[in-house]
């Protein structure tokens, strides 16, 4: 498939998605809220926007967190987790910054192509899948290279904004496809999905998730 068929097939789906959302039926589970730098598990933190923040994530998706970093572990690799769950706050912070810095860097592009080009990498603060505790943004860390692994858009944990971040982006080198796969693979097989357009994010028991794998509902709903 050339790049054009393949980004128009991934924007199709998006929105086909988009318009379901706020059809599904969330079935809340009550998992609650836990940190991930309160485990044993091996890992490193993206610095976050918030000084505080304790990258949380629901007590059911430990165990896959911790079976994905002793994979890593294996292979002389740790998990980089980026972002988990984001209060509306947050993901207002975040929104508001991303804009600043494009609109900083193109200062030729008006603000609502700005924000065109932002909504289609960062939700909306009322939109976020991050909000139910059931999302996580990671990347991956090469004890054997010393840096993070080329994923074929990030300068180690800076990530240019671009369709080539859609998962499968076909222009894109050898090398980025194989570790993106690694990724993807790892989280795949403890029933996550990849998120569309976003190779680093990943869903799990929300209503994302529930659509790409066809389930009758999710099982969490946004934490506020």
């Known amino acids: 498939m050339n790049v054009q068929a393949y980004c128009d097939a991934v924007e199709t789906k998006d929105l086909q ?8 039926w969330i079935r809340e589970n009550h998992s609650p809220l836990v940190s991930l730098m309160d485990t044993n598990l091996n890992l490193i933190f993206e610095p976050s926007i918030l000084e505080d923040y304790q990258y949380l994530i629901r007590e059911d ?53 700005i924000k065109e080009a932002i909504s289609y990498f960062i939700a909306p603060p009322t939109m976020s899948m991050h909000a139910t505790g059931g999302a996580v943004d990671a990347l991956i860390y090469d004890k054997l290279e010393d840096g993070v692994m080329d994923f074929g858009t990030n300068n180690g944990l800076e990530i240019d904004l671009s369709k080539k971040c859609y998962p499968y982006h076909p222009d894109i080198s050898a090398k980025a496809k194989k570790n993106r796969s690694l990724m993807i693979g790892l989280f795949e097989d403890e029933d996550f999905v990849c998120d569309l357009k976003e190779y680093w994010h990943f869903d799990y028991g929300n209503v994302v998730w529930a659509i790409e794998k066809e389930k009758e509902y999710a099982i969490y709903g946004p934490i506020t």
């Open 61 to 113: 998706m430990i165990e896959k967190i911790g079976r994905i970093s002793k994979q890593l572990d294996r292979q002389n690799k740790i998990l980089i987790v980026r972002s988990a769950w984001r209060s509306y706050e947050h993901q207002k912070l975040l929104w508001e910054s991303k804009f600043a810095y494009y609109h900083k860097k193109h200062p030729e592009k008006s603000k609502s192509e």
């Open 17 to 24: 998605h988009k318009l379901l959302v706020p059809s599904i």
